[in-house]
Nanobody, 122 residues
Framework: QVQLVESGGGSVQAGGSLRLSCEVF????????VAWFRQAPGRGRDLVAS????????DYVDDVRGRFSTSRDNAKNTVYLQMDSLKPEDTAVYYC???????????????WGQGTPVTVSS
């Protein structure tokens, strides 16, 4: 059974930075692309960024492009989301999710983490 565990969330002021981690248990991460989602209060989960299995192909939504970057260390079975120049509108619970294959154009799996909260104050 696969388990995804996010960590690294917290409270920061606008302009600050946080680095989120998503560690995967029960599956060799080097076979799977990973996506980051976020859910702001009262809203659905929105895609933020994706990274392929090799860490060479990425995608970011416009709201975070240039401020967020995702990377991975397959030896540690962990994916990261570096968030810089944070804004109050980045406040949300952040989740990682596996794709069903190595590419960011594969279908999503139903494997989610429990989320890590990020609060950005102005």
């Amino acid at each position: 059974q696969v388990q995804l565990v996010e960590s690294g969330g917290g409270s920061v002021q606008a302009g600050g930075s946080l680095r989120l981690s998503c560690e995967v248990f029960g599956r060799a991460l080097d076979m799977y692309a990973v996506a980051w989602f976020r859910q702001a209060p009262g809203r659905g989960r929105d895609l933020v960024a994706s990274i392929d299995a090799t860490g060479t192909d990425f995608d970011y939504v416009d709201d975070v492009r240039g401020r967020f970057s995702t990377s991975r260390d397959n030896a540690k079975n962990t994916v990261y989301l570096q968030m810089d120049s944070l804004k109050p509108e980045d406040t949300a619970v952040y989740y990682c999710r596996l794709f069903m294959g190595p590419s960011i154009i594969d279908s999503y799996s139903n494997d989610w983490g429990q989320g890590t909260p990020v609060t950005v104050s102005s």
